[in-house]
């Protein structure tokens, strides 16, 4: 019997990885992929919980079952396990005789933070990642972003969220236009959260809703190696948007983009439209991402031909080198 999972990258194991919207972890057990691993999530009045999507007895998946009382009630025969994964009620069991010692779910840490749920596999429990803008009092609006599937793997996709030179292209009308392509120049600092851009400057046709064109200053962040984050600042008004990306990874060649969406300035617009504005926007940069070759990230810098402005990307690979990510690197 095989016990392996090829796609269980160790330094990802030790990171929390983004498992779902916390709006889709409610009354009902919901079942997610996570670097090849099948999970079950579910909600108490403790919060959230991460098991393997597994039933010891015969192998049933959990998240086929219900939440009864605060446990998790496997749908086969109704075997019953506590947020802590041990089995507390076996209905086959003759009064008297104790419930097996092995009679065990395997849980995992599982957070809920930023409006989404955080999964970490290995059990090191690292600090999650920060995004001070969903704090309460940081005066911004957050709309949580996803779930978006792509066929691709997690690198690509979070450096294609770090690449501001095809803004013009790609996302042409929105956010950028062809005759405004140039990049203003920039350097990459670090602090202890991670590597970052200085601000640079982006020409855009409408970044307010106003009408005006104008220069808007992007400021890029990596905060791990499938967390990244991004900042637009309108120098005129001081309006911030940010937008935190989390990418779970799947299988190979299959992850889903979360994000949160941040405005401390009123956008006019309601959730669903700023959604859906995403949507669009996404839906632009997928083909792209989807067909990118090779499909995973080359870290060596000399196998693709690079720019100053690519800097960010640069960056992010280099990011990925030193901490050994092995998923959809090359
Ligand atoms: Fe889960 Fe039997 S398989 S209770
Ligand atoms: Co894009």
């Not at 049933?60 to 009864?68: D, E, H």
């Not at 506590?82 to 599982?110: H, N, R, S, W, Y």
């Not at 020409?203 to 962040?221: E, I, L, N």
């Not at 300035?265 to 859906?276: L, M, Q, R, S």
Request: net charge negative; charged share 25%.
């Amino acid at each position: 019997m095989n016990h392996s999972h090829p796609q269980l990258d160790p330094v990802l194991a030790s990171d929390w990885i983004v498992a779902a919207r916390a709006v889709d972890v409610a009354e009902k057990p919901l079942g997610v992929t996570l670097l090849g691993r099948r999970l079950v999530l579910f909600r108490t009045a403790e919060g959230v919980h991460a098991f393997s999507d597994l039933c010891v007895h015969r192998g049933a998946a959990l998240s086929l079952g219900c939440i009864r009382d605060g446990r998790l009630v496997c749908p086969y025969h109704e075997w019953e396990y506590g947020a802590d994964g041990a089995c507390v009620k076996i209905p086959q069991l003759p009064a008297g005789q104790a419930i097996p010692l092995k009679a065990k779910a395997e849980t995992f840490p599982c957070e809920e933070r930023y409006g989404l749920v955080w999964v970490n596999l290995d059990g090191s429990r690292p600090s999650l990642p920060p995004y001070p803008e969903f704090d309460a009092g940081s005066g911004f609006r957050n709309v949580v972003w996803g779930p978006q599937e792509v066929a691709a793997n997690p690198p690509r996709i979070v450096e294609n969220f770090l690449d501001v030179g095809h803004l013009a292209f790609i996302h042409q009308g929105y956010l950028g236009v062809p005759d405004h392509a140039e990049i203003g120049d920039y350097r990459m600092l670090e602090d202890e959260d991670g590597p970052y851009s200085e601000e640079i400057a982006v020409f855009q046709p409408d970044p307010d809703g106003s009408g005006q064109a104008k220069h808007v200053y992007y400021t890029y962040k990596i905060l791990r190696p499938l967390v990244v984050r991004f900042t637009k600042r309108d120098r005129e008004n001081g309006n911030l948007m940010s937008i935190m990306l989390a990418v779970r990874p799947v299988a190979e060649g299959k992850s889903v983009a979360y994000g949160v969406l941040s405005f401390n300035y009123d956008t006019g617009t309601t959730d669903e439209e700023i959604v859906e504005f995403q949507d669009m926007i996404f839906a632009q940069d997928k083909p792209i991402v989807e067909n990118q070759k090779p499909e995973n990230l080359p870290l060596d810098l000399q196998a693709e031909l690079s720019l100053r402005c690519d800097r960010v990307s640069i960056a992010y690979r280099q990011y990925l080198k030193k901490l050994g990510v092995a998923l959809g690197t090359a």
